[in-house]
């Protein structure tokens, strides 16, 4: 590793996933990555679907300097125009939703069309691999931190890749072998560990800070309301889950 990629990789860096449109929780988190002297973003996918904020969502996302920024599947969904059969009820109407608002917008389908063109992003300088998923399954593949991770940690070893940023599950926590770190921020919008904060990641150098932060679920959950969603779409905001 040269002496430039050891100064790239000392940079204090933010890793969010799963925003879900929720523009209160990212608004909230922004103004935590700014006070915790964050200098670059790195972004795991979800931008959007369940929450009731996509289009302001993705005008903030536009707004920020951002490193890397990696497709998550409810984001290809939408760019492909296609549903999941195993969609929940409450699944397909947030979908619907956003599609009515985010599909007839030109510019945001833009931004999501370049997004969705990058399911994996690979930061050599780093050796550390971004994807939503998991390597194998980038956007559906879903890793749970109670699970046997050996495959991953073997998919490590063979790309030499010291670190994974992997999202999708919502749920914080990482895992350590042989030097190597597998890492899951949780979710900025949705989280699910029982905990409503929204979750991310702050990497400098060798340290990894799991950040929580406090933001209003109220009004997250008026925009759900307003939107017409499923209450259960909203209610889960206040249980973390
Ligand atoms: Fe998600």
Same mark, same amino acid.
């Given at each position: 590793?040269?002496d430039?990629?050891?100064k790239?990789?000392a940079?204090?860096?933010?890793?969010?996933s799963d925003?879900?449109?929720?523009?209160?929780?990212?608004?909230a988190?922004l103004k935590?990555?700014?006070e915790?002297?964050?200098e670059?973003?790195?972004?795991?996918?979800?931008?959007i679907?369940?929450?009731g904020?996509p289009?302001?969502?993705?005008?903030?996302?536009?707004s920020?300097?951002?490193?890397?920024m990696?497709?998550?599947?409810?984001?290809?969904?939408?760019?492909?125009?296609t549903v999941?059969?195993s969609?929940?009820?409450?699944?397909?109407k947030?979908?619907?939703?956003?599609?009515?608002?985010?599909?007839?917008?030109?510019r945001?389908f833009?931004?999501?069309?370049?997004?969705?063109q990058?399911?994996v992003?690979? @930061?050599? !300088?780093? *050796?550390?691999l971004? &994807?939503?998923?998991?390597?194998e399954d980038?956007?559906? /593949?879903?890793?749970q931190?109670?699970?046997?991770p050996?495959?991953?940690?073997? @998919?490590? !070893?063979? *790309?030499?890749?010291? &670190?994974?940023?992997?999202?999708?599950?919502?749920?914080? /926590?990482?895992?350590?072998?042989?030097?190597?770190?597998i890492?899951?921020?949780?979710?900025?919008?949705?989280p699910r560990?029982?905990?409503?904060a929204a979750?991310?990641?702050?990497?400098?150098k060798?340290?990894v800070?799991?950040r929580?932060?406090?933001?209003?679920?109220?009004?997250?959950?008026?925009a759900?309301r307003q939107?017409?969603?499923?209450?259960?779409l909203?209610?889960?905001?206040?249980?973390?889950?």
């Amino acid at each position: 590793m040269t002496d430039t990629d050891q100064k790239n990789c000392a940079v204090k860096t933010a890793v969010l996933s799963d925003i879900h449109a929720n523009i209160q929780a990212l608004d909230a988190v922004l103004k935590d990555c700014r006070e915790q002297g964050a200098e670059r973003f790195w972004m795991l996918g979800d931008y959007i679907d369940y929450g009731g904020s996509p289009l302001e969502t993705m005008a903030r996302l536009e707004s920020l300097n951002i490193e890397q920024m990696i497709a998550g599947n409810h984001d290809a969904c939408l760019y492909l125009d296609t549903v999941r059969s195993s969609a929940t009820p409450h699944g397909r109407k947030a979908y619907e939703f956003t599609r009515s608002v985010v599909r007839k917008n030109k510019r945001q389908f833009r931004m999501l069309e370049t997004i969705a063109q990058k399911p994996v992003a690979y @930061v050599p !300088e780093c *050796r550390t691999l971004l &994807v939503h998923g998991t390597p194998e399954d980038p956007y559906w /593949g879903k890793f749970q931190m109670g699970e046997d991770p050996d495959d991953l940690f073997r @998919v490590m !070893e063979e *790309r030499d890749v010291n &670190v994974m940023m992997m999202g999708h599950s919502h749920v914080s /926590g990482m895992l350590m072998k042989s030097g190597r770190k597998i890492i899951n921020p949780g979710s900025v919008g949705q989280p699910r560990d029982g905990c409503p904060a929204a979750s991310y990641v702050i990497l400098e150098k060798d340290t990894v800070t799991f950040r929580r932060v406090s933001y209003d679920i109220d009004a997250a959950a008026e925009a759900i309301r307003q939107a017409g969603l499923p209450e259960y779409l909203w209610k889960r905001l206040y249980q973390g889950k």
